[in-house]
């Protein structure tokens, strides 16, 4: 089993929809979670983390976490065409300090 | 600041050499990371550093991969002999340090093709 798993997608949304992006997690133990945005041939970026449980929110982005079913995900309201790239979640453990996991990342596609 | 540099941007060499990739992280940031992404294997975690010393290098595949960190403001991967799947694009990261929300600010890659 993945340590992180997401859905490869492709995740196609039109304009103004809401994406919704999810990922699990296998280690109970892990504590913050994190949203990167990687546009095709460049790095990732960090979107926003959450390490508790419910809902956070920042502009048209929301994470929501819910460490009982070992589920995050990531919502994008008002999905523009600047959203298409791939949205990879990330899972560290306060046991091993910095050190994160990635999950494999979600392609989106946001459609005129 | 100018963020985390990393060299060369792109890398062509054949089976057998050896290859050295470089990075210099954001100036004050104590932990420094390198990945390794591949379309079949995702962001895979090699090794890290806190404060110039390796921390964690589980990930680094066999023994022909090795990093150093001579000093706060440089780091290298090294591959020797390189061989075809090792091709990959390789990141640099970089994190402030020691929280639980802490962000790793990444470089612009090294993308390494091995014939």
């Known amino acids: 089993q993945k340590e992180v798993e997401q859905n490869s997608g492709p995740l196609s949304v039109p304009e103004g929809a809401i994406a919704s992006l999810n990922c699990t997690y296998s280690?109970?133990?892990?504590?913050?979670f994190f949203w990167y945005r990687q546009y095709s041939g460049k790095s990732p970026e960090l979107i926003m983390f959450?390490?508790?449980?419910g809902d956070k929110e920042d502009g048209r982005f929301t994470a929501q976490l819910n460490k009982a079913s070992q589920y995050v995900s990531l919502l994008i309201r008002d999905s523009q065409p600047s959203d298409s790239a791939t949205y990879l979640c990330?899972?560290?453990?306060?046991?091993?300090?910095?050190?994160?996991?990635f999950g494999t990342g979600t392609r989106l596609q946001v459609t005129l | 600041d100018a963020g985390v540099i990393q060299s060369p941007r792109h890398e062509v060499t054949e089976m057998g050499q050896e290859v050295t990739l470089r990075c210099k992280p954001i100036?004050?940031?104590?932990?420094l990371f390198w990945y390794r992404q591949t379309m079949m294997r995702g962001l895979e975690l090699l090794i890290y550093?806190?404060?110039?010393?390796?921390?964690?290098d589980s990930g680094m595949p066999e023994d022909r991969f090795s990093a150093k960190m001579p000093n706060a403001s440089f780091s290298t991967l090294k591959i020797q002999p390189s061989e075809p799947r090792d091709s990959a694009v390789y990141f640099c990261?970089?994190?402030?340090?020691?929280?639980?929300?802490?962000?790793?600010?990444f470089g612009p890659g090294t993308r390494l093709t091995v014939l």
């Open positions: 990261a970089s994190s402030p340090g020691l929280a639980v929300y802490n962000e790793q600010f």
């Open positions: 280690d109970r133990g892990s504590q913050s």
């Open positions: 959450i390490y508790s449980n």
């Open positions: 990330a899972v560290n453990n306060a046991g091993t300090a910095s050190k994160l996991t």
């Open positions: 100036s004050g940031h104590d932990y």
């Open positions: 550093f806190n404060n110039n010393v390796p921390i964690d």
